[in-house]
């Protein structure tokens, strides 16, 4: 199994441009999540799933947006870049939102840089 | 939101025992105490989850006080491929929340 996949791996934008994060995952999970990690600190939640066709947002929503139109699928869109949002994005999916045996399993991030 | 506090770094040797305190005084009656590790331009992986007492797997090992107010990650032996960030998190009803983690550097 792939687990979770995120394209493209690296992306350098300039102010003002869009673009969109894609995250799928081949597990079958009802939650998905989608986080940023600035250098040296720790993860913050953008936003996150339950399932098809439901979205909430994080603790940090701002300038982002998602959808959630399949179980595997997860876009990240970001409409008007800004240097704010240069970091690394993960996404993370899991079989359920609490309790034991759920862990999150990750995909290796998207290095994006805003200049 | 529960919040957890953990040490910012740790420095270890090669063959060591590591343990790293999470302190979680604010924890819900339904969350789970879970732990995971971070290598430099990778995403968290899970290490270990626990509710109480004391879980065990082939990575690491887990402590939970009767109170659950803090727990301790335990690693057997550590080598210096684990170097990297170590995150306590309670999982429960909510979102998920990732504190600054503790950067453990294993020397040789």
Known sequence: NAGVTQTPKFRILKIGQSMTLQCTQDMNHNYMYWYRQDPGMGLKLIYYSVGAGITDKGEVPNGYNVSRSTTE????????AAPSQTSVYF????????????????????????? | LAKTTQPISMDS???????????????????????YQQFPSQGPRFIIQGYKTKVTNEVASLFIPADRKSSTLSLPRV?????????????????????????LTVLP
Request: with cysteine.
């Open chain 1, 91 to 115: 996404c993370a999916s899991s079989s359920a939102g609490t309790g034991n045996n759920s862990p999150l399993h990750f995909g290796n991030g998207t290095r994006l840089t805003v200049t």
């Open chain 1, 73 to 80: 699928d997860f876009p990240l869109r970001l409409e008007l």
């Open chain 2, 13 to 35: 040797y090669e063959g060591q025992e590591v343990n790293i305190t999470c302190s979680h005084n604010n924890i819900a009656t339904n969350d789970y105490i879970t732990w």
């Open chain 2, 79 to 103: 080598s210096l491929s684990d170097t990297a960030v170590y995150y306590c998190l309670l999982v429960g009803l909510g979102q998920l929340t990732f504190g600054s983690g503790t950067q």
